[in-house]
């Protein structure tokens, strides 16, 4: 889940400021979580505690009010009805489905049960048909890679399933891709930038040199390609460093229940061992 998060930090400097180039700071002082990390965070708990996703999303946005970039103002207006116990949903087809889904990829064993709690995440705000499309075909994207498909059966299932079209490269999208922030505009660009990837870093940086919406491209990017590819541990920790411990918690109890046999595979005994032994001195 943390690849969700580390790709909306490295984006959010680049939202409205687009670099169309692979060549910058991973990291940098200015760069903070937004919205997607702070929504990707709600999904995740209610994974975890179960109820209604709605009513964390309300919560979530209430408790964290002004996070780097801001939230939608569709989403604000629901989240202010929400104080009146009105979560109906405001039919959005918005890429806020597809950037905060990321977690329900890790949670299911099936892509039945995948597509049915992708749709639960997305329909309370985002009930429009592309906003559940962006949600479902991202959760999918990142299940089957946790489940070790390949990437072209990735591709395929995906065309063949969502009717996007992902056979471009990201030379190819780049020349012509402007600022969007539907599922449609967004999206499909974010699963080539992983299928167009060598590893997790490559592929936030394939999402980033883009532009457009680029925290959130690479927000949904980087959670295909963590449990593709896993986290390097030096982009692990200092990704998590950005986060307050709330929702440090947050990760490290998602992770626990969820994420651990996908660690075992990406890296070498040693190396996983003193992750395990870093954990649980933070915890401490």
């Known amino acids: 889940m943390l690849g969700s998060i580390i790709g909306d930090i490295i984006g959010s400097i680049y939202e409205f400021d687009n670099c169309k180039s692979k060549d910058f700071q991973l990291f940098s002082n200015r760069m903070e979580f937004t919205d997607d990390s702070i929504l990707t965070l709600a999904t995740a708990d209610w994974l975890l505690s179960g109820g209604n996703s709605c009513v964390y999303y309300s919560q979530y946005a209430k408790q964290y009010p002004c996070p780097m970039g801001g939230y939608g103002s569709g989403f604000l207006q629901w989240v202010r009805r929400t104080e009146a116990g009105d979560y109906s949903s405001y039919n959005s087809c918005g ?138 541990y030096d982009i692990y920790y200092k990704g998590i460093s950005y986060l307050p411990p709330s929702l440090k918690d947050i990760v490290i109890a998602f992770e626990s229940r969820y994420s651990n046999n996908i660690l075992k595979h990406r890296c070498s005994f040693k190396d996983y061992f003193r992750f395990l032994r870093k954990k649980c001195e933070k915890i401490k």
Request: glycine share 8%; with cysteine.
């Open 95 to 232: 890429n806020g489905s597809a950037m905060r889904v990321g977690p329900v990829g890790w949670a299911f064993n099936t892509k039945k049960d995948v597509l049915y709690y992708a749709r639960l995440s997305a329909e309370c705000t985002h009930s429009h048909p592309e906003g559940i499309k962006g949600a479902q075909a991202t959760a999918l994207c990142v299940f089957m890679a946790r489940t070790k498909v390949a990437k072209e059966e990735i591709r395929s299932t995906i065309e063949e399933t969502f009717d996007y079209y992902l056979s471009m490269s990201c030379d190819d999208i780049r020349k012509k891709y402007t600022w969007g922030a539907t599922c449609q505009d967004t999206v499909p660009q974010a699963i080539c930038a992983f299928l167009d990837s060598y590893s997790f870093e490559d592929a936030i940086r394939n999402a980033i040199s883009l532009g457009g919406d680029s925290d959130t491209l690479a927000c949904i990017t980087g959670s295909i390609a963590e449990p593709y590819y896993g986290i390097p």
